[in-house]
Nanobody, 118 residues
Framework: QVQLVESGGGLVQAGGSLRLSCAAS????????MGWYRQAPGKQRELVAA???????NYADSVKGRFTISRDNAKSTVTLQMNSLKPEDTGRYYC????????????WGQGTQVTVSS
């Protein structure tokens, strides 16, 4: 399985941008897909964006056209570029990795806080 460390969160005004990064270590060869989820206070964790080893991406409707996920397989990092941020983007953002290492697994990072002020 893998360990995930996020960075890049912070406080930004509406309309601004932030870039989140997630570095994976451990059995990185076993990763099939990586992604970002977020959780706002009082709400369930939701998918923001995901990317497979082959580069296929999936975005939440609420972030399409504003966020871009990318992945550097050689460096085992995944990045989320967030533009035109809105107050409703506020939440704790978690990096996620899914793969198979003897059995399927799903690992999470500790999360990084993103706060968008109006």
């Amino acid at each position: 399985q893998v360990q995930l460390v996020e960075s890049g969160g912070g406080l930004v005004q509406a309309g601004g941008s932030l870039r989140l990064s997630c570095a994976a270590s451990g059995s990185i060869f076993s990763i099939n897909a990586m992604g970002w989820y977020r959780q706002a206070p009082g709400k369930q964790r939701e998918l923001v964006a995901a990317i497979t080893n082959g580069g296929s991406t999936n975005y939440a409707d609420s972030v399409k056209g504003r966020f871009t996920i990318s992945r550097d397989n050689a460096k085992s990092t995944v990045t989320l570029q967030m533009n035109s941020l809105k107050p409703e983007d506020t939440g704790r953002y978690y990096c996620n990795a899914r793969g198979v290492y003897f059995r399927p697994y799903e690992n999470w990072g500790q999360g990084t806080q993103v706060t968008v002020s109006s």
